[in-house]
């Protein structure tokens, strides 16, 4: 049978998404896998889909549970795994048929990374990544160029109970990027390519993508601090001036969209963005929103 996959798949209010996602791993060209659905307290038809699909299908496990929040489902879902390889899926997105099978081509890496589709309303956008191999010397270059979130991506479940990788439970936003971190703290090398292997939905207006957050500034700032600890751990000293800037632009980009210039400026604060630095932060963006308007 060869070496056994488990795709874990939070699953929340997803009725008119879950089943075309399951589907697709359903018919996946890679055959030794198992689907581990949790279901995160939806109130909707979610749970009788899941529970119908896993009654037709041996290869899927549903698990029940209360609303705990997408960290806590995937923990859920890596305790529960047996796979020698874990792969994440959300519930409104899609894996190309030969996605499995293509990430496990490149399965001498400890983690792969494969490219994707973004699908907003009737338009197709291909996020095609350059393929390149990383390794000690420049691993952390990996989460600045990819996806943050887990979906996509290859991931070796001994690294991940080896270090007791997680995601951290008690924040909504964000828990992706410091689970990446984390597991590329323990990673020898990846490889990222450019295979379009999955298919991102944007449309689901329910989706964490489109909700506000006004602790966004905190939460990646735990993002940040886990590049510290990278660095502690493997005994670099590598410059995160850039990864303030980047997260501080993604604050940005969220508190103007929701008009919270309170929490905007505490993350200026936070990120130790100069005044200088700021405003010319702020004209630059702000030019490039009247110019779209």
Same mark, same amino acid.
């Given at each position: 049978m060869g070496i056994r996959i488990s795709i874990i798949i939070p699953v929340y209010n997803a009725e008119d998404y879950i089943f075309e996602c399951v589907?697709?791993?359903l018919e996946q060209t890679y055959r030794n896998?198992?689907?581990?659905?949790?279901?995160?307290?939806?109130? *909707?038809?979610?749970l009788e889909i899941l529970d119908q699909l896993s009654e037709k299908n041996s290869m899927i496990r549903v698990i029940h549970q209360e609303n705990k929040g997408v960290?806590?489902?995937?923990?859920i879902g890596i305790e529960n795994a047996i796979g020698d390889y874990i792969i994440f899926a959300d519930a409104d997105d899609k894996y190309s048929k030969d996605a499995i099978a293509t990430l496990m081509k490149y399965s001498q890496y400890d983690m792969v990374c494969g490219s994707y589709r973004q699908i907003e309303k009737d338009e197709i956008k291909e996020m095609i990544y350059k393929k390149e191999i990383f390794n000690s010397a420049n691993m952390l270059d990996v989460e600045r160029q990819v996806a943050h979130a887990p979906w996509g991506k290859l991931f070796k479940k001994e690294i991940i109970d080896k270090n007791n990788i997680k995601?951290?439970?008690?924040?909504?936003?964000?828990?992706?990027d410091i689970f990446l971190i984390n597991?590329?703290?323990?990673?020898? *090398?990846a490889i990222v390519i450019s295979d379009l292997i999955y298919d991102y939905n944007l449309n689901n207006l329910q989706s964490a993508m489109h909700k506000y957050y006004p602790l966004l500034y905190k939460y990646l700032y735990m993002a940040y601090e886990a590049k510290k600890m990278y660095c502690l751990v493997r005994?670099?000293?590598?410059?995160?001036e850039s990864d303030k800037k980047t997260y501080y632009n993604e604050c940005f980009r969220h508190y103007i969209s929701f008009n919270d210039f309170d929490n905007l400026k505490k993350a200026k604060n936070l990120f130790g963005i100069r005044n200088n630095m700021w405003l010319s932060i702020f004209a630059w963006k702000m030019c490039k929103l009247i110019k779209h308007f």
């Open positions: 589907q697709s791993i896998i198992e689907i581990i659905i949790i279901d995160d307290g939806s109130v *909707d038809r979610s960290s806590f489902a995937r923990n995601f951290p439970n008690e924040i909504p936003c964000g828990e992706d597991y590329l703290t323990y990673a020898k *090398d005994n670099e000293q590598l410059n995160l």
